[in-house]
């Protein structure tokens, strides 16, 4: 087995970037201190290119780089069924479901995906917006504590620290900059570490193949290992069903969707759909190749530190590249892992303060916008406290961790919020049994081994969820201002 040596040039690149990172939160705290809406989602004030990289990478995390590249080097390039869904899906999300989301959000000065449900069904009593903030949080604990493992993962295998180490480490740097500064640190950061994780894989794999002798020669050499380490299609029609419906997740995953609602001006979401796209198409078949020269390099896992094939794109860029750019790969996992930990940190955050604390709690009191951010940066430190906690104690591969936290998302919020923006008989009884239904079929699915193994449980909860809204939809009394909740989604 090949184990990874400490390198002080490395360690300089990556905090160099790690220095970058704090000094845009401290940047961004000014603006983010003045309320709410600038400490969530901005203001409503962010670029559209900062809009379209934010959202590509805050959806992407630790999974594109550590799972997807540990993927193509199990199974080769038949991984690539598992990002083709997601890049699909987005493409309409960024062309149509963003814009009508952007459009009603302002115009009802809906802070967070809560905020939203409650305007679009008359929400009085509080008890729709308790439910989803319930969800929110039995799902993004454990979401954010994956990232951080994944943290933890990264900084054993790149600079040979105990992982409980680098777990605290991750934890401490997402803390620091996302409490100073907000959404608009968030977004900025986000944009930066787009570059960081778009140079990590494009660069790894070119440089990795290179060495190898081209090309033909590392595809020829695949191919006598085994057949499928050259065929995309070396896969069943069920595997490929369950890769294809992991985009089912992005309509469902809050800290995506606030991303849309940041925007300033939402005619831009075709400049948007263009960048974001090309971000993922480029970032995913770097990953599929990253793994696939990884298959090459060490062909028995054992090789890998622990066996562990998330260990592959460290292990791959310490072997190929300079250490100067070795750092800058670090620095890519820790962007990615950084870029999805923040997101959620700020979606639970605003759960808690804005839609239970101001929404329930002192609903009619007026409390103020700094006590409120104030709030804010109290509750994401303590969520990050509990994500901690489950972190050490979280036995799955990173992987499924964010898979099923993607699932449960995915499967409750997703069907729900796209019949709540395109179908005006859409109920709010309708979109409690969508609720409901998407969470309880999607853990139901995945604690059932014989269930769990045919397939993957975000497509059975995401349809269940789709069909129960419906059906009830059907027999209940839509919203009262449903035809005025649907012209305040149109420009």
Same mark, same amino acid.
């Given at each position: 087995?090949?184990s990874?040596?400490f390198?002080s /040039?490395?360690?300089?690149?990556f905090?160099?970037y790690?220095?970058?990172?704090?000094?845009?939160?401290i940047?961004?705290s000014?603006?983010s201190?003045? !309320?709410?809406s600038e400490?969530f989602?901005?203001g409503?004030k962010?670029?559209?290119f900062?809009?379209?990289?934010s959202?590509?990478?805050?959806?992407?995390s630790a999974?594109?780089?550590?799972g997807?590249?540990?993927?193509?080097?199990s199974q080769?390039?038949?991984?690539? &069924?598992?990002?083709?869904?997601?890049?699909?899906?987005?493409i309409?999300?960024f062309?149509?479901?963003?814009?009508?989301?952007r459009?009603?959000t302002?115009?009802r000065?809906?802070?967070t995906?809560?905020?939203?449900f %409650?305007?679009?069904?008359s929400?009085?009593?509080?008890k729709?917006?308790? @439910?989803?903030v319930? $969800?929110?949080l039995?799902?993004?604990?454990?979401?954010i504590?994956?990232?951080?493992?994944a943290?933890?993962?990264?900084f054993?295998?790149?600079?040979?620290?105990?992982?409980n180490s680098?777990?605290?480490? /991750?934890?401490?740097?997402?803390?620091?900059?996302?409490?100073?500064?907000?959404?608009l640190a968030?977004?900025?950061t986000?944009m930066?570490q +787009?570059?960081?994780?778009?140079?990590?894989l494009?660069i790894?794999?070119f440089?990795?193949?290179?060495n190898?002798g081209?090309l033909?020669?590392m595809?020829?050499?695949?191919?006598?290992m085994?057949?499928?380490?050259?065929?995309?299609f070396?896969i069943?029609v069920?595997a490929?069903?369950g890769f294809?419906g992991?985009?089912?997740?992005s309509?469902?995953?809050?800290?995506?969707?606030?991303?849309?609602?940041s925007i300033?001006?939402?005619?831009?979401?075709?400049?948007?759909?263009?960048?974001?796209?090309?971000w993922?198409?480029?970032?995913?078949?770097?990953?599929?190749f990253?793994g696939?020269a990884g298959?090459?390099y060490?062909?028995e896992?054992?090789m890998?530190?622990a066996?562990?094939?998330?260990n592959l794109?460290?292990m791959? %860029?310490?072997l190929h590249?300079?250490? $100067?750019l070795?750092g800058?790969?670090?620095?890519?996992?820790?962007?990615?892992?950084?870029?999805?930990a923040?997101?959620q940190?700020?979606?639970a955050?605003?759960?808690?303060?804005r839609d239970?604390?101001?929404?329930?709690?002192?609903k009619?009191v007026?409390?103020s916008?700094?006590k409120?951010v104030?709030y804010?940066?109290v509750v994401?430190?303590?969520?990050?406290?509990?994500?901690l906690?489950? #972190?050490?104690?979280?036995e799955d591969l990173?992987?499924?961790?964010?898979?099923?936290?993607? %699932?449960?998302?995915? +499967?409750a919020? !997703?069907?729900t919020?796209?019949?709540a923006l395109?179908?005006?008989g859409?109920?709010r009884a309708? $979109?409690? %049994?969508?609720?409901? @239904? #998407?969470t309880i079929? @999607?853990?139901g699915?995945y604690?059932?081994?014989f269930?769990?193994?045919l397939?993957?449980?975000?497509?059975p909860?995401?349809?269940?969820a789709?069909?129960?809204? &419906?059906l009830v939809?059907?027999? @209940?009394?839509?919203?009262?201002?449903?035809?005025?909740?649907?012209e305040?989604m149109l420009d």
């Amino acid at each position: 087995m090949i184990s990874v040596s400490f390198d002080s /040039t490395a360690a300089i690149a990556f905090v160099a970037y790690l220095i970058l990172i704090i000094g845009i939160g401290i940047y961004a705290s000014r603006f983010s201190s003045k !309320g709410i809406s600038e400490y969530f989602i901005g203001g409503r004030k962010i670029n559209r290119f900062v809009v379209a990289l934010s959202a590509v990478v805050s959806g992407r995390s630790a999974w594109l780089l550590l799972g997807v590249t540990g993927m193509a080097y199990s199974q080769g390039p038949s991984a690539i &069924w598992a990002v083709l869904g997601y890049i699909v899906v987005e493409i309409f999300l960024f062309l149509y479901y963003g814009r009508r989301l952007r459009n009603f959000t302002e115009k009802r000065n809906c802070i967070t995906i809560p905020d939203f449900f %409650a305007e679009r069904f008359s929400d009085h009593d509080g008890k729709l917006r308790m @439910t989803i903030v319930t $969800i929110f949080l039995i799902f993004m604990i454990g979401y954010i504590s994956s990232q951080f493992v994944a943290g933890g993962k990264a900084f054993a295998s790149g600079f040979g620290m105990d992982t409980n180490s680098g777990i605290l480490i /991750t934890a401490a740097i997402v803390l620091v900059y996302t409490i100073i500064g907000g959404f608009l640190a968030v977004s900025l950061t986000d944009m930066f570490q +787009a570059v960081f994780m778009m140079l990590a894989l494009v660069i790894l794999p070119f440089v990795a193949i290179l060495n190898f002798g081209g090309l033909s020669e590392m595809l020829q050499m695949l191919s006598q290992m085994d057949s499928m380490y050259v065929d995309p299609f070396a896969i069943s029609v069920g595997a490929a069903i369950g890769f294809l419906g992991i985009g089912l997740g992005s309509p469902g995953n809050p800290h995506i969707l606030v991303r849309y609602m940041s925007i300033d001006d939402p005619k831009q979401f075709t400049y948007v759909a263009v960048v974001g796209t090309t971000w993922n198409v480029l970032m995913a078949w770097g990953a599929v190749f990253v793994g696939l020269a990884g298959r090459v390099y060490f062909p028995e896992a054992d090789m890998l530190p622990a066996s562990d094939t998330e260990n592959l794109f460290p292990m791959l %860029a310490q072997l190929h590249l300079h250490p $100067i750019l070795f750092g800058v790969v670090l620095a890519s996992i820790f962007a990615a892992i950084m870029s999805t930990a923040d997101s959620q940190l700020l979606v639970a955050a605003s759960s808690v303060v804005r839609d239970l604390y101001e929404k329930v709690i002192k609903k009619g009191v007026e409390v103020s916008q700094k006590k409120l951010v104030l709030y804010s940066r109290v509750v994401v430190f303590v969520i990050v406290i509990l994500a901690l906690v489950f #972190g050490f104690y979280a036995e799955d591969l990173v992987f499924w961790l964010v898979l099923f936290a993607w %699932a449960g998302l995915g +499967a409750a919020i !997703g069907p729900t919020s796209i019949l709540a923006l395109y179908w005006k008989g859409t109920t709010r009884a309708g $979109i409690f %049994a969508g609720l409901f @239904t #998407g969470t309880i079929v @999607t853990i139901g699915w995945y604690l059932t081994p014989f269930l769990k193994d045919l397939m993957y449980e975000l497509i059975p909860g995401f349809i269940a969820a789709g069909l129960a809204t &419906w059906l009830v939809s059907l027999f @209940t009394d839509p919203a009262p201002d449903s035809k005025k909740a649907f012209e305040d989604m149109l420009d």
